[in-house]
């Protein structure tokens, strides 16, 4: 007998039948269009080894299947019980058609694995392991709250520095389940509490502050691209983008701290899925503010200078080549507009990184953009 369940952190499957001898159909839940990828689910299996077949379909609710499709192909994941790490599912057992997946799942008797398209860094075990650096690396490192979730969560993060130097703030998880922006953000954490030489040099130059997950009642709820009250912590702003704050009680406490401590580099890492057919490997992108929003000549011409920094050397061009532009309603557009504050924005394509590839890219773009900051154009 199979039996597919998708009720625990991060899960996400909804209306799930059987449709023959191992054969099952689910849909993912979704957000909004574009935001409707993500699937996480067990399979148990409490019979004879057998192969699982299940197809895996859009949300019809929002009905956007070019939206859901164009994701894949992409690496199928896979963590069997116990296991504690996850590896990809044997390449050729995931079908891409027209408007659905179908994934061919071995499973040996009384086994349960778990399936998913980007592997998870959970609130629980993000949080132990914020708390674990804070811990092992107190003469290093301290463990701050930016302000509680919607529904009560702490969001967590880590500071350390000198303070009084140039500051960074480094967030991600905006769209809680772009879990390759989260790992990155651990990397980053856990290099710049770490004893590697370049890592004690930064902190005796920088004060920084990481904070890997800043909608975890999402990221809880296996959510695409919302927050507990669905809203998009990205496109902040919303319709109203003059608006004297952003929309989710999130992104009020990210704003509000931003505007109080005015850090010399904004840093976000966002994720995006599926093997790009548009240019190379990895197929990593990144965002900018395309029009000139900086009133400060100064400022616009560090924000040039990261932006150099992003094309030239780091592996963002590997999709699109030329950057994708942030709209007037991000936290972005809007720091830069009315504080002059810079940015660096990064997405990592969950088809092509685990946590440990994710944490490697971001950790790159992190050390690129803090020699800029410290060796600002003249």
Excluded at 5 to 17: L, P
Excluded at 30 to 36: A, E, F, N, R, S
Excluded at 222 to 246: C, H, I, V, W
């Amino acid at each position: 007998m199979i039996t597919i369940t998708s009720d625990f952190e991060c899960g996400n499957a909804k209306n799930v039948t059987q449709t023959g001898d191992n054969r099952h159909r689910l849909e993912v839940v979704g957000d909004k269009p574009v935001y409707c990828y993500y699937f996480c689910f067990d399979v148990r299996n409490d019979g004879e080894a057998t192969t699982a077949v299940i197809e895996v379909w859009h949300d019809p609710v929002i009905d956007d299947v070019p939206g859901f499709i164009s994701h894949f192909p992409s690496t199928i994941w896979i963590q069997l019980e116990g296991a504690g790490r996850y590896q990809p599912l044997v390449f050729g057992e995931c079908e891409t058609h027209d408007d659905h997946l179908v994934i061919h799942l071995p499973l040996a008797a009384g086994q349960t694995v778990r399936v998913t398209d980007v592997w998870p860094s959970t609130y629980t075990d993000t949080c132990d392991f914020l708390r674990g650096l804070a811990e092992e690396r107190s003469d290093r490192c301290k463990l701050f709250t930016l302000g509680q979730s919607v529904q009560g969560r702490d969001i967590l993060g880590v500071r350390c520095g000198t303070p009084g130097k140039p500051r960074v703030l480094g967030v991600a998880g905006q769209h809680p389940i772009e879990f390759p922006g989260i790992w990155g953000m651990r990397g980053i954490a856990d290099f710049m509490t770490s004893l590697v030489p370049d890592a004690r040099a930064l902190r005796e130059e920088l004060l920084v502050e990481i904070i890997p997950m800043v909608c975890p009642d999402g990221t809880v709820m296996g959510r695409n691209g919302f927050n507990a009250e669905d809203l998009d912590m990205y496109q902040s702003f919303g319709d109203t983008p003059d608006a004297p704050e952003p929309e989710a009680h999130e992104s009020r406490l990210l704003w509000d701290k931003a505007v109080a401590d005015r850090p010399d580099l904004w840093m976000n890492i966002h994720c995006y899925l599926g093997w790009r057919g548009n240019s190379e490997h990895p197929y990593d992108g990144w965002y900018e503010v395309a029009d000139p929003v900086f009133s400060d000549p100064k400022q616009a011409r560090l924000y040039q200078a990261f932006c150099d920094t992003m094309r030239l050397q780091t592996t963002g061009p590997s999709t699109h080549i030329t950057a994708a532009t942030h709209s007037p309603n991000t936290t972005e557009y809007q720091l830069a507009k009315r504080f002059g504050i810079p940015h660096v924005f990064y997405e990592i394509n969950g088809g092509t990184a685990g946590p440990y590839g994710a944490g490697k890219r971001a950790l790159e773009v992190f050390q690129r953009a803090t020699t800029t900051l410290l060796s600002p154009p003249a």
